[in-house]
């Protein structure tokens, strides 16, 4: 990718190396500046998924509904400040759902806690095998395609990088 931004590093990495510096001359800030495909971007990602992920979308529009009203050199410093504030408000709600000792842990703590979010999750076409029909409270869903009741488990998360290594050794 351009201008040293890594591929993986994700859109907050990239706000969190602007804003100490508050280098808005950044090609990241420049880019916002120049339109709103980034701005539309990230609501229309959400969007377009289903459930509490799309009414997150959809709070996001609404917000860069406003941010698009303003002038443009202020575009970056407020975007900034819209991401952060749902980053955090998020963090919190996922720590608050989690024990007492990563509430009230450390932050080393509540940031390791979060690899049990962003590490496991349910995928849209899982291709796990069936637990045992004697399991109790085994999570089911409609699937979306084929109109039927599968089972709904979280399982871990591999991404893109952790695939291309797997790709290296296994040549």
């Not at 120049?34 to 289903?50: A, P």
Request: charged share 20%; with cysteine; net charge positive.
């Amino acid at each position: 990718m351009q201008h040293g931004i890594s591929e993986f590093s994700g859109l907050m990495s990239v706000l969190a190396e602007i804003r100490p510096k508050n280098d808005l001359g950044h090609p990241f800030c420049e880019n916002l500046r120049s339109g709103d495909w980034m701005i539309d971007y990230v609501s229309g990602r959400l969007i377009s998924r289903s459930g509490n992920i799309a009414e997150v979308g959809k709070w996001f529009q609404a917000m860069f509904f406003y941010l698009k009203q303003i002038p443009r050199y202020l575009i970056p410093c407020y975007f900034d400040a819209i991401l952060i504030g749902a980053y955090t408000t998020l963090l919190d709600a996922a720590w608050k759902q989690m024990s007492s000792f990563v509430q009230n842990g450390s932050t080393f703590v509540k940031h390791l806690s979060l690899g049990s979010v962003q590490m496991c999750g349910v995928g849209k076409f899982p291709s796990l095998p069936l637990l045992s029909p004697s399991l109790l409270d085994v999570p089911y869903r409609l699937n979306e395609i084929t109109k039927e009741k599968q089972q709904c488990c979280a399982s871990l998360a591999a991404g893109k990088e952790f695939c291309r290594r797997l790709k290296c050794i296994s040549q």
